[in-house]
């Protein structure tokens, strides 16, 4: 099976405007949505749309079915409206692909997708961030989705393609890399403006997942998020054995980034409301309810800013 599940090492570095440094432990399952028949028939631990200790929900993913607050341009949604008329009925799988095409990339007949995430873990969901990636029937990845959520629930997709010059031009002796500096213009953390740039940089799953995130404010960096870990089948015996080495996974998660913004806090870190330039926060699925009043006018800093 293409499907698999990798132990990875989260790291996040904070270097501005004082350093702060932290790094923990995971388990992220990376699907073939054309396997998940399979996957919710042979194993035991894991179910697809249905309870179970993990468990994997379509639903939870990639709502563009949903009205797209504060969009930047009319084209991306018309464009998935047209590519899929039918938007309360599409499957992930359909939704994705026709994501793809809106931004210009076509994986063809026997096209296949490969999603790293989290599961649920009894029954309780919570993705920092999941990552897409589209293959076309030759197995060459033409291109990648980061998908990120913020604690608020909402959610907001990157489209991430490769490099001009390698566009169509992957070998396995030089592997395709994706990558893209753009401001996100999304609320992630108190600690960032929501204007900063994200740089992706993104290689497809293999053996080994490599997966960087950094804030830029212009020319200077001033954090960094890693996630890297070897591969290994995916098994009811290593779901297993992940249940005990990392008890209530989704749950450790929201636990850490919550304990290390009071760690933050207490450093007088400057921090800003979510309802802070409200029409600056764009392109995004789930909008909390601050962002029905637009606050851009008159942002509410924390005054050691």
Avoid at 76 to 83: C, G, N, R, V, W
Wanted: some cysteine.
């Amino acid at each position: 099976m293409n499907s698999r599940i990798y132990e990875c090492r989260v790291l996040h570095a904070r270097f501005l405007p004082k350093p702060h440094r932290f790094a923990y432990s995971l388990f992220m399952l990376a699907v073939d949505l054309d396997e998940l028949p399979l996957l919710h028939r042979r194993l035991r631990l894991f179910s697809v749309n249905r309870p179970n200790l993990y468990s994997f929900r379509e639903n939870d993913f990639l709502p563009t079915s949903e009205p797209l607050f504060n969009p930047s341009t009319a084209d991306i949604p018309t464009a998935l409206a047209a590519s899929r008329p039918d938007a309360t009925l599409a499957p992930l799988k359909a939704r994705v692909l026709a994501f793809f095409a809106a931004h210009g990339v076509d994986l063809g007949p026997g096209g296949h997708i490969v999603l790293v995430t989290l599961p649920r873990v009894f029954g309780y969901s919570f993705n920092p961030v999941s990552f897409y990636y589209g293959y076309d029937a030759a197995g060459t990845c033409l291109g990648a989705i980061a998908e990120v959520t913020n604690t608020f629930r909402e959610m907001k997709p990157y489209f991430v393609g490769p490099a001009p010059q390698q566009h169509g031009a992957a070998t396995s002796a030089s592997p395709v890399e994706f990558r893209r500096r753009t401001p996100k213009f999304f609320y992630v953390s108190p600690f960032s403006d929501v204007d900063v740039a994200f740089d992706f940089h993104l290689r497809p799953p293999t053996d080994k997942l490599a997966v960087q995130i950094d804030d830029y404010i212009g020319a200077q960096r001033t954090l960094t998020s890693s996630l890297t870990g070897p591969s290994g089948p995916l098994t009811d015996a290593r779901l297993a054995w992940f249940t005990l080495r990392y008890p209530l996974l989704t749950l450790r998660i929201i636990g850490l980034i919550h304990w290390h913004a009071l760690r933050l806090f207490l450093k007088k870190i400057p921090w800003f409301k979510k309802c802070s330039r409200a029409l600056d926060q764009r392109d995004l699925y789930h909008p909390h309810a601050s962002l029905t009043h637009d606050s851009s006018a008159s942002p509410d800093r924390n005054p050691t800013a």
